[in-house]
């Protein structure tokens, strides 16, 4: 009896020449993988297994039909990788280099999963890492490292998306020990379901922006309704928040985040962190597109035998180098104290943009079925679109880079 091998190609089991073996993808050209040390490497390699077997047989279901693949918490928690980057507090510890090289890893088979695990420990965590007091990290980090408490990071809203840093229509007005919290904030990650949530507002006496913390289950006035029909990262939740009069008191307040300046750092890490994540986009279309060209035989021979397939193929597995190469600097830089917005800046915007033109490349490689998420290309295609517009747009990348190099900010 026939049989069809993932490229659609028959196979007769009374097939009399075994096939050529041809090298297994992999899109680490550049030994990326010798840099790290011994334990390093092991939870690098804990993550890929882990994505391999719990993630990649599932995801592509929970992808078609929006929905969070709760299923998957309880193993995910036992991967331990709760603060990872930061020290104390009951988080994973370890270096950029460890925190980046695992995002990149989450990515390499679905950004939903890395973008869930972003917004919880980096941007929701971290705002606390980086902008709390002693007593709010002991107090919120412990319970959110071990995934008893989800977080999320309440920045855009509804009419300021790139402007947030000028422009939050969100207000915070202080009324004895406590706040007033009024207003919207949309494409929440994680909100519709989350515990936490990391609210920033404009404080109508100073008119600075400022970050509280608040608890969504039990804060009344807080609401969320779930933003549908999104065509990336469809397995991610975003939410759209409604404050109305919410009374937050003033011991969740983050007490050192007192302007945006005090935002921007955390954005900093986690632009840092979503170019090692289009960087694993990267590597995880350009696997699949080359098994898939391996595979599908046209005019009699496998797809990838032809010269203008390994034209692009070569040309994906540049990006990724190109990519993982700047990302590592990076993480140099990071380890050293280095980092400045600037450079997290370039890499964000460059490594997404060519996440785009990677994944694009690989759609095309795979024909009809490119389109089809049964083959994977089709969501990292997707999702690729919503890496390159998150976290900052493109625009707004180049224009802190631009201001960088000339000394003139173009914002406005
Ligand atoms: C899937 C997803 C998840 C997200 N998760 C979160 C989250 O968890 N928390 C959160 O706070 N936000 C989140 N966001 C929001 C995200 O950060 C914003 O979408 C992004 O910052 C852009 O804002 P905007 O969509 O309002 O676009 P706009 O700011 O309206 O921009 C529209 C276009 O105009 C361009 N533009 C704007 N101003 C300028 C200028 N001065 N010069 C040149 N071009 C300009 C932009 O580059 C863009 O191309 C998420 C978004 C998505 C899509």
């Not at 608040?214 to 409604?242: D, M, R, W, Y």
């Not at 935002?263 to 632009?271: K, N, Q």
């Not at 597995?317 to 990076?330: D, E, I, P």
Request: glycine share 10%.
């Amino acid at each position: 009896m026939a049989t069809t091998t993932a490229a659609g190609r028959p196979v007769a089991a009374s097939a009399k020449k075994a096939p050529k073996q041809l090298p297994v993808p992999n899109s680490d050209f550049y030994q990326l993988a010798d840099v790290l040390t011994a334990d390093e490497l092991a939870i690098v390699k804990k993550v890929r297994t882990y994505m391999e077997t719990k993630v990649q047989p599932i995801i592509n279901k929970y992808w078609s039909e929006d929905a969070f693949p709760f299923e998957l918490l309880p193993s995910f928690k036992d991967l331990q990788l709760g603060g990872l980057g930061f020290e104390g507090y009951g988080c994973a510890g370890g270096s950029q280099k460890l925190f980046g090289l695992v995002a990149m890893e989450f990515a390499r088979v679905d950004a939903s999963i890395c973008t869930f695990w972003g917004v919880h420990s980096g941007l929701a965590m971290g705002s606390i890492y980086l902008d709390g007091s002693e007593e709010q990290k002991q107090r919120w980090l412990p319970p959110m490292a071990r995934f008893e408490k989800i977080g999320c990071f309440g920045l855009t809203e509804p009419l300021v998306g790139s402007g947030t840093s000028g422009g939050l229509l969100t207000t915070a007005k202080r009324e004895g020990d406590a706040w007033i919290l009024n207003g919207q904030k949309r494409w929440i990650g994680n909100a519709p379901w989350c515990d936490l949530s990391i609210i920033w507002a404009r404080d109508l006496a100073d008119n600075q922006v400022k970050g509280f913390i608040l608890e969504n289950k039990t804060t009344p006035g807080f609401s969320v309704e779930k933003i549908e029909h999104k065509i990336a990262l469809k397995v991610v939740q975003n939410g759209q928040i409604t404050l109305k009069d919410v009374r937050v008191p003033e011991a969740n307040r983050l007490q050192g985040g007192n302007s945006f300046r005090d935002t921007a750092r955390v954005l900093r890490m986690t632009r840092y962190m979503v170019g090692w994540a289009s960087t694993g986009v990267q590597m995880g279309a350009f696997e699949a597109t080359l098994k898939y060209t391996q595979e599908r035989l046209q005019f009699g021979r496998p797809i990838a035998s032809f010269q203008m397939v390994q034209d692009l193929l070569a040309k994906m597995l540049a990006n990724v180098t190109a990519c993982q190469c700047m990302m590592m600097r990076l993480a140099q830089l990071d380890d050293e104290g280095k980092l400045g917005d600037q450079q997290a800046a370039l890499a964000k915007a460059f490594c997404t943009a060519k996440a785009r033109e990677t994944v694009s490349w690989g759609r095309e490689l795979l024909g009809g079925n490119g389109i089809v998420v049964d083959y994977d290309v089709a969501r990292f295609f997707a999702d690729a679109e919503a890496l390159y517009s998150y976290e900052g747009t493109y625009q707004m990348q180049n224009l802190i880079v631009g201001k960088a190099i000339t000394g003139i900010g173009a914002f406005l």
